[in-house]
């Protein structure tokens, strides 16, 4: 069974790596929007996969570090593509959320990235 949780958050970023020819190299902003994916089996007294508080602390803990922010400047994403957020909340949320499957990341209603368990420790590619 798979529990499904989301929130979102405001961020600024720039795509270094894109080149000066593309919108995205310029300084811009969305509402990003993340879908966690837990999976397990019910626990037969709470009927629940995992107890959504729990999940909600660890989700305020990582939005309150991306929320209005400039994702450059955070540390382990300096090219914040939608694939290395998504790659970046797996991996600060797989230890509190230790039967999270997937975060799915939106920039807007048409791009997106998924990022599971076999992806989230590949190397994050650091830019010169």
């Given amino acids: 069974m798979r529990a ?6 405001e961020a600024a970023h720039y795509l270094p790596g894109v080149g000066v020819r593309d919108p995205s190299y310029m300084m811009h902003g969305h509402t ?5 994916e837990i999976e397990g089996p ?15 602390k660890a989700i305020d803990l ?13 540390e382990d ?7 290395h957020v998504a790659r970046w909340i797996f991996r600060r949320l797989r230890e509190p959320i230790p ?4 975060v799915t990341v939106h920039a807007t209603e048409h791009r ?3 990022c599971e368990a076999a992806d989230a420790d590949a190397e994050i590619i650091q830019l010169d």
Avoid: M
């Fill in 112 to 114: 997106g990235a998924i």
């Fill in 42 to 56: 019910i626990e037969p007294l709470t009927g629940w996969v995992v107890i959504p508080e729990d999940v909600e």
């Fill in 99 to 102: 039967e999270l499957v997937r």
């Fill in 77 to 83: 994403l300096p090219n914040p593509t939608l694939e």
């Fill in 4 to 9: 499904i949780f989301g929130f979102s958050f």
């Fill in 32 to 36: 990003y929007r993340v879908r966690l």
């Fill in 62 to 74: 990582v939005r309150l570090g991306l929320d209005h922010q400039c994702l450059n400047d955070i």
